[in-house]
């Protein structure tokens, strides 16, 4: 089988398959050069280095200052006019500037912050069992993983209830717009979907903003625009952007864990059985586990700012190089037995929340909380849920997304 990363058909192939190529990739002395083709409309370089190995994820990811995260991380990068438009997410940016935004929003994230929405998440998960047992068994996604991790953002900003239903609207053009394109017509009408999508999000984010600065109330709109870190707050298109990251990175990474998790607790029932027999022993190795072996986000990308020598290959300032989580977490000389799912295993290395560094997941405590509030309603209340059949993917090469996954109880 013949590898290249940069080919969109690549990411059609079964995740097996693409497991074995990146072992492949895993085993050879070096990086691997990738030449990508040009999409109109799309910024795209001339290629990149696949890093494959735990150990050069690592390093990057701690070494900021040499692999940037400007232009921009995801594959191909954004085109310059999305800047102007949209104004700039900190997943994109590098310190001081990452920095500071990162300090503001941060607050949203403390222990204390997490610990007030405990509640809520509970509440929330009990009303999706209570739906789920009235409805009857169908689709995972729809019926359980979509509903939570979009719900407890929302709760956070405090989006009104009657304007939920058009969050949600616009957050799944967005998603479908991060699969793989088959063509120039179909990126161009993607492309325009989304614009429209983001920019209502924001204007939606901005006006509650400015109606919440004269009159705040507990959520984070009104945190955000009311705070003053070290001098400093949000301005309005920084609120609008955090807004639209929040929704597009906690959103479907904790929906495809979820949706890929019920199905390894039903490939796995002795490790199923671990778990249920002791929840709160093994829930949070369930986890990591969980997060190891689907790599909800399967690569970020840097661009390299000096000569640098990685492993031998030498590295020029301006090359690209791409972060494969999903293929650094199945690296055995860090995870033994890599392809076996194991909830007792030491997780801790694992790069699933991103490596070591500035950009390491922001809401990694939050995601690690729904899920382990999911799973326990799920199983005390339904304790013969299981998955069904195989999921439906959806074709990226960026979330290791699930469209569907049928389930019964
Ligand atoms: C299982 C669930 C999740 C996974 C696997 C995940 C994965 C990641 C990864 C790999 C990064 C690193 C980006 C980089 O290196 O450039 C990241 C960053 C980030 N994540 Fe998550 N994430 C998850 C859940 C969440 C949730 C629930 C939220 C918030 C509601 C969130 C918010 C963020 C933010 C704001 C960043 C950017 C941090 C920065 O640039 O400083 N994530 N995430």
Known sequence: MEIDLADLGFWRRPLKERHEAF????????PVFFEEKRVPLLRSGRGFYALVRHADVVEASRNAKVFSSEPGVTSPEPPGWVKHVFGESMVNMDDPRHARLRRIVSRAFSPKMLSNLQGDIDAACAR?????????????VTQVAAKLPIHVICDM?????????????????STAYSGVRPSLAHTVRMAAQNTLALLALQRLVINMGRERSGAPGNDLVSALVTANVDGERLTDRELGSFFTLLLVAGNETARNTMAHGIKLLTDNPEQ??????????????????????????MQFRRTVTEDYDLRGLQLKAGDKVVLFYGSANRDETVFPDA??????????PHVGFGGPGPHFCLGANLARQEIRAMFRELLTRLPEIRSVGEPELLVSNFDNSVRSQAFTF
């Open 339 to 348: 392809d076996r799912f194991d909830i007792t295993r030491d997780t801790k």
């Open 128 to 140: 999706i069992v209570d739906d789920v047992t009235a409805s009857g068994p169908g689709d995972f």
């Open 272 to 297: 199923r059985r671990l778990l249920v027999d002791d929840f709160d022993a093994h829930i949070g190795g369930a986890i990591e586990e969980m997060v190891r072996y689907v790599s909800p986000i």
């Open 23 to 30: 072992a492949r990739l895993r085993d050879l002395d070096r």
């Open 157 to 173: 900003m405090g989006i009104p209830d009657d304007v939920r239903a058009k969050v949600h609207q616009h957050v799944d053009i």
